[in-house]
């Protein structure tokens, strides 16, 4: 028993107040340092680990004063636990960690606060760092500067916080060692240094976790899809809140209520739920973009993790109408041959490439550093290195012409990614996210095959504007794609071009175009096609938004991506228009033939 366990035993604490002097000064000192130390062990607590960071980034924990008095670091120590490794100091600074507040203690300061662009409390670069186990079984020591244990953390990755999120503790209250008290964090940032962890609750809170748009590179006049998820991560359930996405038109990154381009109310929504709110908008002008997206709750007792921002480059002619477009690309060559791809000039005026950039996920090099004038109708081919010239030897008059560059840094993934054309202002010209399932299913090996542009007006982002070239060399670099398909001028109401169209893979009318003319500038529409039974057999839009004109791709296949038969379809187009409320049928025959 304890000296100082007077609660527990009375009898025994007067007994040795009855000693001599000296050994009751002992017995008093040594429950004062006991609390002490009791106060110290609830005091500073281990509160997040970034022991599983995505590369390049680097590993971090989180220290939490959850007490009521100011604590020096200065002479903290820290180790990991495992055999060998040795005790690390956070700091020989005088570091003042003031009550409810954190310190970050990290194996690079600089790369740590590069990723947490937003951070502003105190980071401290450990002199050396200890690598923490992705495995788990891993166990943290923190010391004062006597040297005493204040906290230590023995965790498990299957508690959380594997693949670049943190490992967060739920309350500070509690054991360190309790597994129900940590999780992965589920914060946007997934990590939450400086701040209450994203899943320590309170009585209400509401959290705008994700805030996401699409087509990544929008286009004046196309449409802007929006999709925000709202989670409530209180104890108790939210009523009456509301989700709004603002436009902001005066640049002052606040939300005004003449700037709301869309809203939902919400009438409740269960604890640890979540509810999905989805917009459009179409832009009329081209430039930067400010959306913000907002949760407003009168009740909620955390407004920091309620409002997210996205600024958005709108292009003029990125993969639209008129424009220099990404035509072809050979992603996957045979063995022994270069990869490729091919730009074109659809402007109907010269271009100049001066400057221009051509990017991939990892890579950007030049398109030409000195005068270079693409002019109308006229083909650019950037390749790996000369190995293009084995399947393609007409490619030579390209090289002395100037519309052929070889980039030895030319790298494109087989399994899909997104590559950029830019303007000498760095300006998004067209951008392409390619994948293999855009490929003509019912070729069993596309390797040697190029992904080719069925029209260069109609946008990049459609993944039904390309498949699998018919070419039989197995391309088209600085010529018409084997499956270019006119596009006709739009007619008042539906004009659907070529029609009959033979979806046989020849490279000849494979693929027919649908353009539409509405009477209302903004509408919901859907595309539906049915047999001459009146049995839906595609899909082609539902519910989407759609500005007074536009343009899709059919390829002749149902629902299941397998050929239609030979035969007359029925077209038919729904439009709800938003200003005036009204809807409009269109409808219009479609023939599938082949060949005699």
């Known amino acids: 028993m304890l000296p100082c366990a007077y609660s527990q035993d009375r009898n025994l604490f007067v007994n040795l107040i009855t000693m001599n002097m000296k050994r009751t000064t002992s017995i008093i000192f040594f429950c004062f340092s006991f609390f002490a130390s009791s106060i110290s062990l609830s005091q500073i607590v281990i509160n997040e680990i970034m022991y599983s960071p995505a590369s390049p980034n680097k590993e971090w924990f989180e220290l939490k004063n959850s007490g009521t008095s100011p604590v020096n670091l200065q002479n903290w120590k820290w180790r990991d636990a495992a055999a060998g490794n040795p005790i690390r100091t956070i700091t020989a600074e005088n570091v003042l960690l003031l009550p409810d507040s954190f310190a970050v203690i990290c194996e690079d300061s600089i790369i740590f606060k590069n990723q947490y662009t937003g951070f502003s409390g105190i980071a401290l670069q450990s ?63 997934k990590a939450t240094p400086g701040k209450r962890n994203s899943i320590t609750p309170l009585m209400f809170d509401l959290m705008l976790y994700t805030f996401k748009s699409d087509p990544p590179f929008p286009v004046i006049n196309g449409n802007l899809n929006f999709r925000l998820s709202v989670r409530n991560t209180g104890i108790n359930n939210s009523n009456g809140f509301k989700i709004k996405l603002f436009l902001d038109q005066n640049s002052d990154s606040t939300g005004q209520n003449e700037e709301i381009i869309c809203g939902q109310n919400v009438e409740q929504l269960t604890a640890g739920d979540s509810v999905i709110f989805e917009c459009s908008y179409i832009p009329y002008d081209t430039g930067y973009k400010l959306f913000i997206a907002k949760v407003e709750y009168t009740d909620d007792l955390d407004t920091l993790n309620n409002k997210q921002y996205k600024n958005i480059f709108v ?112 300006n998004i010209i067209d951008a392409f996210a390619y994948s293999p399932e855009l490929h003509n299913p019912n070729i069993p090996d596309t390797k040697g095959i190029s992904l080719e542009r069925i029209s260069p007006s109609v946008n990049s982002g459609e993944n039904s504007n390309w498949s699998s070239s018919a070419s039989p060399d197995g391309g088209t670099p600085g010529r018409v794609n084997s499956i270019f398909t006119k596009n006709s001028e739009r007619g008042s109401e539906v004009i659907i071009s070529p029609n009959p169209f033979s979806p046989d893979g020849d490279g000849f009318e494979d693929f027919s175009i649908i353009n539409y003319s ?73 023939v599938i033939a082949a060949k005699l």
């Open 518 to 590: 509405l009477k209302e500038n903004i509408a919901q529409i859907r595309i539906k096609i049915f047999d001459i039974k009146g049995r839906l057999v595609r899909t082609l839009i539902n519910n989407s938004v759609s500005g007074k004109e536009g343009s899709f791709i059919f390829d002749g296949m149902d629902n299941n991506r397998q050929k239609l038969r030979i035969g007359i379809y029925i077209l038919l187009l729904e439009a709800v228009y938003e200003k005036s409320g009204s809807s409009e049928l269109l409808k219009a025959p479609l």
């Open 315 to 426: 292009s003029d002619n990125s993969g639209g109408t008129n424009a220099v477009v990404i035509n072809e690309i050979m992603y996957e060559p045979l063995s022994g041959n270069s990869e490729w791809l091919e730009i074109f000039n659809g402007s109907g005026k010269p271009v100049n490439l001066k400057e221009w950039k051509y990017r991939e996920t990892t890579f950007m090099s030049a398109v030409s550093d000195s005068d270079l004038v693409l002019n109308a109708g006229e083909y650019f081919v950037l390749a790996h290195d000369t190995t293009i010239f084995n399947r393609y030897p007409y490619l030579k008059e390209f090289l002395q012409s100037g519309k052929l560059k070889f980039i030895p840094g030319l790298s494109l993934s087989n399994s899909g990614e997104t590559i950029i054309i830019s303007d000498s202002s760095d």
């Open 127 to 189: 002199s050396g760092w200890s690598a923490l186990n992705n495995s788990g079984n891993e166990n943290i020591v923190i010391y004062n500067d006597q040297n005493t244990t204040v906290d230590s953390l023995t965790y498990n990755n299957s508690w959380g916080g594997l693949s670049g999120f943190s490992l967060e503790r739920k309350r500070s209250e509690l054991p360190s060692n309790l597994s129900d008290n940590w999780g992965t964090s589920i914060h946007p940032a």
